[in-house]
Each structure stands twice: as C-alpha cells, then as structure tokens.
C-alpha cells in the first residue's frame, strides 16, 4: 500500500501519522510539502494534525487553499481514500471534501485528553475491524473541534450512515457529539481524535491499530 502524508506548515502530527502507517503497512510514507503541485502514485493521502498557517485566520481555512489541495481534490474525485485528522478534518471541510465546519470548542478552552468514542458505522474501509458499536478510548488535542451542520445536514448525514465516530463524553460541543464523518462514497474521512497516539501500549492504548490496518487490508 503506497501512502501519502501532506505537511502544511505548523503540522506536528505528520511524523506521528508516518510512524502509525510504516507499523501497521511495513511501507514508508511519503511526505508532501504542502506547497507542491503534484502527487505520487499512491493509495492513501492522510491530511495530519497540527495548527496549520498557525490557524491564524480560521482552522484549516489557509491550508484548503494550498497548491497540494488541488490535486488531494482530483484524487478525491478519482477515488483515492483521503483521511484527515484532527486539523487535517477542518482542512477537509474547508475545502469542501466534508460537509460541516469545526468551530471553536464550546468552552472555549484547549482540550488534551483521551476521550470515549462509540464507532456508529463499521461498514467503511476505515472502521470494518472494529466490532459494531465499539466503544474505544482515543485522545483529542484541539481548540477548534466543535463540529457543526445545519439541522438538514445533519439528518442527512444520520440517515446516510455518514457519522462514523461519536462521543461518548463531548468534550468540544459538536452537535449530535460527532466525532467523525465520511464522506458519501465511504472514501474521505475526517475525524478529530488522533487514531495514531494509540498504537503502542507503551503509550497509553491500542485503539488506533484497527482503523489503520483496516485501511490496509482493504487497500492491499
């Protein structure tokens, strides 16, 4: 499986991302600068987490205007899986890939800490190895997580099967506690807990390793 990790400026997750993908795929991950005009051939493209263009204007707003996007786009629409997290989720709604934007967190106050989630949907390239209705510990590390749609997007997305991880535990106030999205074709997903931090026992839990190696096994 070829993966592809974007890096915008101020990512901090992307080693992190690189590290989970070469555990679970045995492959290194390539690294694209987000200021580059093409993609390698490949079978994955993971947007990081991190605080790109520093969030100065708003979260993921600049970055959804790279160079890089164009393509992530192109390749988007040709069915190439495409997995942002955390600030790679509020790069995939800026730019259109995801419904929905993340707005400041409710309280108005960083969250670090890990955080239940129950996997509502396990028929997706992402989630098939979790059992259904899962209830699986991930951390979040984010100011602006707080997912929000407007009533008619958010009824389409339950009834679409489209939200994908929810909080057992809110800790930003997105509506509905959603905690991940799919797109339509089941092919872009964004999620704001960081699947990655929680593949070595050593450091705190194993909780990611199945969204990874479902990834793999359908992509093989």
Avoid at 97 to 111: D, E, S, Y
Wanted: aromatic residues 6%.
């Amino acid at each position: 499986m070829k993966s592809v990790v974007i890096v915008f400026p101020a990512s901090n997750c992307d080693r992190d991302v690189a590290v989970a993908l070469q555990k679970v795929t045995g492959g290194q991950p390539v690294m694209v600068w987000h200021g580059d005009a093409q993609l390698p051939e490949c079978d994955l493209i993971v947007l990081p987490g991190g605080f790109s263009y520093g969030d100065y204007l708003r979260t993921g707003a600049m970055a959804a205007h790279s160079p890089i996007m164009r393509e992530v786009k192109t390749h988007a629409e040709r069915g190439v899986p495409v997995l942002g997290i955390c600030n790679g989720f509020q790069v995939l709604t800026e730019s259109g890939l995801l419904p929905g934007a993340l707005m400041t967190n409710a309280n108005l106050k960083f969250v670090c800490r890990s955080v239940s989630l129950r996997v509502e949907n396990t028929d997706t390239l992402y989630t098939h190895k979790y059992p259904v209705g899962a209830s699986v510990v991930i951390p979040v590390a984010h100011h602006g997580g707080n997912y929000f749609a407007d009533e008619d997007a958010l009824d389409r997305l339950e009834g679409e099967g489209q939200v994908v991880f929810r909080y057992e535990d809110n800790p930003n106030g997105s509506a509905r506690d959603i905690a991940g999205i799919i797109n339509s074709n089941g092919r872009v997903m964004g999620l704001m807990p960081h699947p990655e931090r929680v593949i070595e026992p050593e450091l705190g839990g194993t909780d990611g390793i199945p969204l990874f190696q479902g990834i793999m096994e359908r992509l093989a």
